[in-house]
Each structure stands twice: as C-alpha cells, then as structure tokens.
C-alpha cells in the first residue's frame, strides 16, 4: 500500500510526570553520547516515569513500579526527553534491562517526544528470555532537538518490576551492515512445482560459463540432469546468476533438491495437493482479519479472539462513528468489514480492489475453461456462514460488501450517494495491541469520488454474482451502486487528501478516471444498459494502455474494468478489441518475465521495487493467466505459473513471501495482532499470509537501518517493526488467493 505509516505513542500523560528536566545535549557529531545519566550512579534525573509508575535508585539502577491492568505498552514508561537527532546520521542504541517477574515484554523506542509522537526505531524484547544487555543501530530519518527514548512497559494484566541501566545513544557510529542469510545459492519455489507445467531455478555463482546440475529425489537418487545456463549479472538484485530449466522432468513426490555448483536447494515438492492447500488458507486469511465479530478458535485454532469495534469497553466501537471535526452532522453504523493490513483501519478503496478479485477468483472459477467453481463452494472454507447453500467465498466477500455499503452517506445529507473514504482511530496506535483492546475514538473521514466508485463497482459486480443465491442482496447491492454512481457523476472530483494520514494511511489518489471506466464496466456488465456501454466505449482509458510494469493496485484499478470486460460475457461494441489488449500486454509481461533471470512478469522502471511489490507481481501474472483462458496459449499459462515461483522462492532473498509454505518464509509481518514477535501469547500471521516485499523505498526506520542502499530484491526484511516492506494486506492476499486458485485448477 502506497501510504506512509506512522506509529504514535499516545503519551499525552508523560510530560506532567517527568521527575526532573535538564537542558537538551549537545548536536550530534562522531561519537557523541545523547543519553543524559544513562548510568544512574547518584539520581534518576532527568528521566521521567508516566504519573501511574513510580521510580527510584536500587543497585546503581532505575528500577520502576510498573503498574498492571493497563491495555497499552506506552501506558507505563520511563523515558527521556529533548534529544538531539540528526537526520542520515547513524546511532547506536544500547541498555540492559531486567523484569521481575521474567519473561516481560518491553518497547524500546527512539522517537518524538511531541504530537504526532513518531517512531524512528523501535524493538520489543521479551526481558531475561532475549537477554539483558541489547544494542541495536538504526539511522535517523530526521533531524530535531525534541527527540526521546523512552522504555515502555505497560499492557500487562500484572504488576511487575522494571529495572534499567547502561542507556546510551550513541551518534556518530558507523551504520552496521545487515547481511541477509539468504542460505544456498539455488534458489528455487520451495513449495511445488506442477507436474506438467515448467520448472526452472537460478543458481548464483561467480562462473561465467555452464555448469553441471541434477535433480535429486527426496532418497538422494539423481532423477534428471542437465548444465545452467549464464545469465550474467541480475539487475533486480546485483547477483552474477545461471538459469536452471529442469521442465522436462514430469514426475511427482515431495522432497526434491536441486543440486548445482557444490550446493543444494531447499527441499520442494512436484505435485498439486499443496496449491489446494494454498487456495483455501489464502481465502481462510480473510476471517481473522474480520472486525466486528469473535473469531472462533474451532474455526481457526490458534487464532481465536474478541470481536473488534463493537462498542464492548475499551472499545469506543464502530456502530456509531462520528464524521471528522466538521466534517458531517451525522453517524453511521459502519462495523463489520475486514481490518485492511496491519492496523485496525478499514479503507473503502482499498476494500473495494480486494473484493472485487476475490468476487472475480470465483466468477472466474464460473466462466474458465479450467475452472471448478465446486473447489470454492459452501464449506471450503469453515467460515461461520458454512452450510447456508452459498459458496463461502461469496460469504466471505459479502462481510466486507456489507461494510462498504454502510459507508454510503444517506440520503437527504449533503454529498448524499458518495461513499466516505475511510474509518479509523484519531492516532496512529503501537503494537501489538487487539482489536479489541483498542480504546481509540473511531472517525468517519470525508467522501471522495474514488471511494464512491470503487462502492459502485464490487456493488454492481455482487449484484450478478449474488443474484443466483440472495436476490433481495443483489437488488440491494445494485441500487446502492446506481445511487453511486450518479452521486460520482454529480462530484467528479472530490479527492482524498494527501495529508490525512494521522491514524491510517491516506489513500490518496488525485485522478478518478480509472475508476469511473471500471464503475462502468461492471455496472454494464450487471445490466446490459447503454449508459453504461457508452461511458466505457467513450473513456479515454477504453483505448489507453493500462497494463504498466507496476501492474493493477487500488489506485490503477482501469485493468479491473478491462479484464472483466474480456472475460465476462457481454455484447459490448468492440469486445474483439477488448481482449485483444489483454493477451497483448500478457505478451509483454511474458517478455518481461523471460529477461528477468529470476523469471517473474516485473521490471519497475530503474529497478525501484514498489510498496506491495510481491502483490503486484501477482498481479502481472493475473494478466498471464487471463491471456491463456482467453486464448488457451500455453505459453500465458506457462509464464504464470513460473510467476509464483519468484513470491515462493526463487528469489534473490531465498525466501517464501507466503507465510507456512516453504522451509523458511516470512511470517513476522507487520501486524498489531499477529504479533508472536512482540507478545508470545498471540500468533504469527496464519498460514495463506503474503508479505508486502521488496520496496526500495524502504519508508520505515527499522528497514533504513538495515537496507541502506540496498538493490531492489534486496529492500526486505522479515521483522514486524518494517511495515513498508512487511505487512500484510486484504488487496495482496487478495491477488495471491487469485493466482492460487487458478494454479490448484490447473492440476
């Protein structure tokens, strides 16, 4: 997701606490220490406590009360105030800590010590389990003589005893150099390869010339051989690489290693049953991110908790959320929904891409030569709905349907029709923390014209799908996107803005002509009517093309329209032409992928890897998979399986963007409640979770302190703390679900 994550620290109480207050330390220069009494020898001074901790001297240490019963890290925590940071200058951070009881979790930051109270390095380690003496380095993104450092130990239900000493922050140190364990040089899709589709790896070495490979079953028998070939140096990753092709191999078993230049891959399998697996825990994804309901633990072992935002203290709740200061005279009910990533935000824009292709991974599974509609039907997925006679992916979808349809303002108000952009705290909130536990005032925030489409859109697209099993739903879902598209019609250009991105992200997006041709699209899709045909015939977007490196997101949504006007039935001017321009750009990314040497459909322009980068590969191979339903070409077919590949693998980093499948995938991604990293009484993301991915941005503090200059493959790390790089969210899960169901059909 395109958008700048913040995390504040809600430490509105600390500043009346403080035990004492000294000037602030000299600018930072080689090796300066910013930290004043960071050994505690005669005084506590000037370090402060919130007013509920209370703190003294105990063995040379600061040693704090810490209260229980709080919901919150930051609710307790002792820090200090007025440090000097100064921006790209690299930092040493450094403490022992100890808790009585062991065991407790504390929140180390480095941060601002006023409003909007940003994080620039964080970590959280489990006390007297993780050791007691810590050092970490990070950069500054900022320069400002109002920083802190502080250690926050709230969120437990008991008291218990925080002693601390040895604080130094350290400016002036040489940044350290984070080297990737990125394990053996063959690098292939640890999961599964089809046995009938292509199998290929890539093999880093310093040889120039063919070297020797053999595939090896799970005894170790050598079961087919063949020489790489030189592919010189990778750009996406800076790496002199070999290309294995091993597709003509078409035997099945598990734990198969490839073998070349004196070492061996990871362990993979050939066969299907692990791409059905894939599809449902892809899908399974959505109903632990559902607010507004108690997940079940026998639904979802492990992964039971409250429901979130129903009003139930601490919760303030979304069942009657007030607009933004000024911005409206009324409340709605807007609970239910899918939680968007990592925070308890919930974004109509970026809910509506989401729903959209998990309503298209079905329609497909309908109207594809290979697709079995039976492998997402009624009970696939153990969702509450299981065994009402509708498929559970429609159930699963209609949850976040439903939410998008409450934030339609009503009518009689001003802007009546259009949909409001977002809901969601007042302030950014820390991790890890429940939905349930979230104690924040929940805000409706303005209508925007890209909201109203993407309402308008998966409303008229529910309307044809849901029709066969609830037509009371389908009429409702039409009406409403009717009533949106007239109110876009009327306001065609209100526009989230940029700025608005205290506590979620912003979504801004400043051009709505994609999502007035996708609107169109669907709305002629559901109702034949000539409005609708002519506004998609007389876009400019119609004849554009759309297909670029970066691939569709839910601020390029015109390929929604596209696609689905290929692929659903239809008696639209021109559709020749329509699919024509699928199967060309799937030519165009199949030529990408064939270039690239670690074979996925994605080359951003100068090798600058984009937020939500493993999606978008996805994404690209969605246009592949579509091109081979539109033409039965093996070729699109061919080149979309090997794109799953890269996000399961074969990858400069060696890992699997999915958590729970392959040896060693990512599955610390940034969430406040899959969140094992911080708190080991909650779970990792559950099994079916993509990871965001390489992003050469690298926009947090904990990824610049580590991935400084680093070359695209490389702008990743798998750490809760990167949430540029890794979290995890309904619009990429959304693009991996489709992409694995259409593999599982292709077995």
């Given at each position: 997701?395109?958008?700048?994550?913040?995390?504040?620290?809600?430490?509105?109480?600390?500043?009346?606490?403080?035990?004492?207050?000294?000037?602030?330390?000299?600018?930072?220069?080689?090796?300066?220490?910013?930290?004043?009494?960071?050994?505690?020898?005669?005084?506590?001074?000037?370090?402060?406590?919130?007013?509920?901790?209370?703190?003294?001297?105990?063995?040379?240490?600061?040693?704090?009360?810490?209260?229980?019963?709080?919901?919150?890290?930051?609710?307790?925590?002792?820090?200090?105030?007025?440090?000097?940071?100064?921006?790209?200058?690299?930092?040493?951070?450094?403490f022992?800590?100890?808790?009585?009881?062991?065991?407790?979790?504390?929140?180390?930051?480095?941060?601002?010590?006023?409003s909007?109270?940003?994080?620039?390095?964080?970590?959280?380690?489990?006390?007297?389990?993780?050791?007691?003496?810590?050092?970490?380095?990070f950069?500054?993104?900022?320069?400002?003589t109002?920083?802190?450092?502080?250690?926050?130990?709230g969120?437990?239900?008991?008291?218990?005893?925080?002693?601390?000493d040895?604080?130094?922050?350290?400016?002036?140190?040489?940044?350290?150099v984070?080297?990737?364990?990125?394990?053996?040089?063959?690098?292939?899709?640890?999961?599964?390869?089809?046995?009938?589709?292509p199998k290929?790896?890539?093999l880093?070495?310093?040889?120039?010339?063919?070297?020797?490979?053999?595939?090896?079953?799970?005894?170790?028998?050598?079961?087919?051989?063949g020489?790489?070939?030189?592919?010189?140096?990778?750009?996406?990753?800076?790496?002199n690489?070999?290309?294995?092709d091993?597709?003509?191999y078409?035997?099945?078993?598990?734990?198969?290693?490839?073998?070349?230049?004196?070492?061996?891959?990871?362990?993979?399998?050939?066969?299907?049953?692990?791409?059905?697996?894939?599809?449902?825990?892809?899908?399974?994804?959505?109903?632990?991110?559902?607010?507004?309901?108690?997940?079940?633990?026998d639904?979802?072992?492990?992964?039971?908790?409250?429901?979130?935002?129903?009003?139930?203290?601490?919760?303030?709740?979304?069942?009657?959320?007030?607009?933004?200061?000024?911005?409206?005279?009324?409340?709605?009910?807007?609970?239910?929904g899918?939680?968007?990533?990592?925070?308890?935000?919930?974004?109509?824009?970026?809910?509506?891409?989401?729903?959209?292709?998990?309503?298209?991974?079905?329609?497909?599974?309908?109207?594809?030569?290979?697709?079995?509609?039976?492998?997402?039907?009624?009970g696939?997925?153990?969702?509450?709905?299981?065994?009402?006679?509708?498929?559970?992916?429609?159930?699963?979808?209609?949850?976040?349907?439903?939410?998008?349809?409450?934030?339609?303002?009503?009518?009689?108000?001003l802007?009546?029709?259009?949909?409001h952009?977002?809901?969601?705290?007042?302030?950014?909130?820390?991790?890890?923390l429940?939905?349930?536990d979230?104690?924040?005032?929940r805000?409706?925030?303005?209508?925007?014209?890209?909201?109203?489409?993407?309402?308008?859109?998966?409303?008229?697209?529910?309307?044809?799908?849901?029709?066969?099993?609830d037509?009371?739903?389908?009429?409702?879902?039409?009406?409403?996107?009717?009533?949106?598209?007239?109110?876009?019609?009327?306001?065609?250009?209100?526009?989230?803005?940029?700025?608005?991105?205290?506590?979620?992200?912003?979504?801004?997006?400043?051009?709505?002509?994609?999502?007035?041709?996708?609107?169109?699209?669907?709305?002629y899709?559901?109702?034949?009517?000539?409005?609708?045909?002519?506004?998609?015939?007389?876009?400019?977007?119609?004849?554009?093309?759309?297909?670029?490196?970066?691939?569709l997101?839910?601020?390029?949504?015109?390929?929604?329209?596209?696609?689905?006007?290929?692929?659903?039935?239809?008696?639209?001017?021109?559709?020749?032409?329509?699919?024509?321009?699928?199967?060309?750009?799937?030519?165009?990314?199949?030529?990408?992928?064939?270039?690239?040497?670690?074979?996925?459909?994605?080359?951003?322009?100068?090798?600058?890897?984009?937020?939500?980068?493993?999606?978008?590969?996805?994404n690209?191979?969605?246009?592949?998979?579509?091109?081979?339903d539109?033409?039965?070409?093996?070729k699109?077919?061919?080149?979309?399986?090997?794109?799953?590949?890269?996000?399961?693998?074969?990858?400069?980093?060696?890992?699997?963007?999915?958590?729970?499948?392959?040896?060693?995938n990512?599955?610390?991604?940034?969430?406040?409640?899959?969140?094992?990293?911080?708190?080991?009484?909650?779970?990792?993301p559950?099994?079916?979770?993509l990871?965001?991915?390489?992003?050469?941005?690298?926009?947090?503090?904990?990824?610049?302190?580590k991935?400084?200059?680093?070359?695209?493959?490389?702008?990743?790390?798998?750490?809760?703390?990167?949430?540029?790089?890794?979290?995890?969210?309904?619009?990429?899960?959304?693009?991996?679900?489709?992409?694995?169901s259409?593999?599982?059909?292709?077995?």
């Open positions: 997701m395109k958008r700048r994550r913040t995390t504040a620290l809600t430490l509105a109480a600390l500043l009346g606490a403080a035990l004492t207050a000294l000037p602030a330390g000299p600018a930072a220069a080689d090796e300066v220490e910013q930290i004043r009494n960071g050994t505690f020898d005669t005084t506590t001074a000037p370090w402060w406590t919130t007013a509920n901790v209370t703190a003294g001297l105990s063995g040379g240490q600061l040693c704090a009360e810490v209260p229980g019963g709080t919901a919150n890290r930051w609710d307790a925590a002792v820090g200090q105030n007025d440090i000097t940071l100064v921006k790209g200058e690299s930092y040493r951070f450094t022992t800590a100890n808790g009585s009881p062991a065991g407790h979790v504390v929140r180390a930051i480095v941060g601002l010590s006023v909007p109270y940003d994080t620039y390095f964080e970590v959280s380690p489990q006390l007297s389990v993780s050791g007691d003496a810590y050092t970490y380095t950069t500054s993104p900022v320069d400002t109002e920083g802190q450092v502080a250690l926050q130990a969120g437990s239900a008991d008291a218990w005893r925080l002693c601390m040895d604080v130094s922050l350290l400016g002036g140190v040489p940044p350290e984070y080297e990737p364990d990125t394990g053996p040089r063959v690098r292939v899709n640890q999961v599964a390869y089809l046995p009938s589709g290929n790896a890539t880093v070495t310093g040889a120039t010339g063919k070297l020797p490979w053999q595939l090896k079953n799970a005894r170790g028998g050598v079961v087919a051989h020489r790489t070939v030189p592919r010189g140096v990778d750009a996406s990753s800076g790496q690489v070999h290309s294995i091993f597709g003509g078409r035997g099945r078993g598990d734990g198969f290693t490839l073998v070349a230049d004196g070492e061996a891959s990871r362990p993979f399998d050939i066969g299907t049953s692990a791409y059905e697996r894939l599809r449902l825990d892809a899908l399974k994804y959505y109903y632990t991110q559902r607010s507004g309901i108690a997940i079940r633990d639904l979802r072992p492990g992964y039971a908790r409250p429901a979130g935002h129903l009003g139930v203290a601490p919760n303030r709740g979304d069942l009657d959320v007030p607009c933004q200061a000024g911005g409206c005279d009324y409340r709605l009910d807007v609970s239910g899918w939680y968007d990533a990592g925070d308890h935000g919930k974004y109509v824009v970026n809910g509506g891409i989401a729903t959209w292709e998990l309503l298209s991974t079905y329609e497909r599974s309908q109207l594809a030569r290979t697709g079995r509609p039976a492998k997402l039907g009624d696939t997925l153990a969702v509450p709905e299981s065994g009402n006679k509708v498929p559970d992916i429609l159930d699963e979808a209609r949850w976040e349907l439903e939410f998008l349809l409450s934030m339609q303002v009503p009518a009689g108000r802007l009546a029709g259009m949909a952009h977002k809901v969601h705290d007042e302030q950014w909130t820390g991790l890890p429940l939905p349930s979230d104690p924040q005032q805000e409706l925030h303005p209508p925007s014209t890209a909201a109203t489409l993407n309402l308008a859109a998966t409303a008229a697209q529910a309307a044809r799908l849901y029709r066969p099993y037509r009371r739903f389908a009429a409702k879902a039409l009406t409403a996107a009717r009533t949106a598209w007239s109110a876009a019609l009327a306001h065609p250009e209100v526009y989230a803005s940029e700025s608005d991105a205290t506590g979620g992200g912003a979504y801004a997006d400043a051009d709505a002509t994609d999502e007035f041709y996708w609107a169109a699209a669907e709305l899709l559901t109702t034949g009517e000539k409005q609708f045909a002519d506004h998609v015939t007389g876009s400019p977007v119609h004849t554009a093309d759309i297909f670029g490196p970066l691939g997101d839910w601020s390029r949504t015109a390929a929604a329209g596209r696609l689905d006007l290929a692929t659903v039935p239809s008696k639209l001017p021109g559709r020749d032409r329509v699919r024509r321009s699928v199967v060309q750009a799937a030519g165009r990314y199949l030529d990408t992928l064939e270039a690239q040497p670690y074979g996925m459909p994605y080359a951003p322009e100068g090798n600058r890897y984009d937020w939500g980068s493993s999606h978008q590969v996805l690209n191979a969605v246009v592949l998979a579509t091109a081979y539109l033409t039965g070409a093996a699109y077919r061919d080149g979309a399986l090997q794109s799953m590949d890269y996000v399961l693998g074969r990858n400069a980093l060696n890992i699997s963007y999915v958590t729970g499948y392959g040896e060693v990512s599955h610390r991604q940034h969430s406040r409640w899959y969140a094992r990293e911080l708190d080991p009484e909650l779970p990792d559950p099994p079916g979770t990871a965001g991915g390489p992003n050469s941005a690298i926009q947090d503090p904990y990824a610049q302190s991935l400084q200059g680093c070359v695209g493959q490389f702008c990743y790390i798998d750490d809760i703390q990167s949430w540029s790089t890794n979290e995890t969210a309904i619009n990429w899960n959304a693009a991996l679900a489709r992409m694995a259409f593999v599982a059909d292709q077995g």
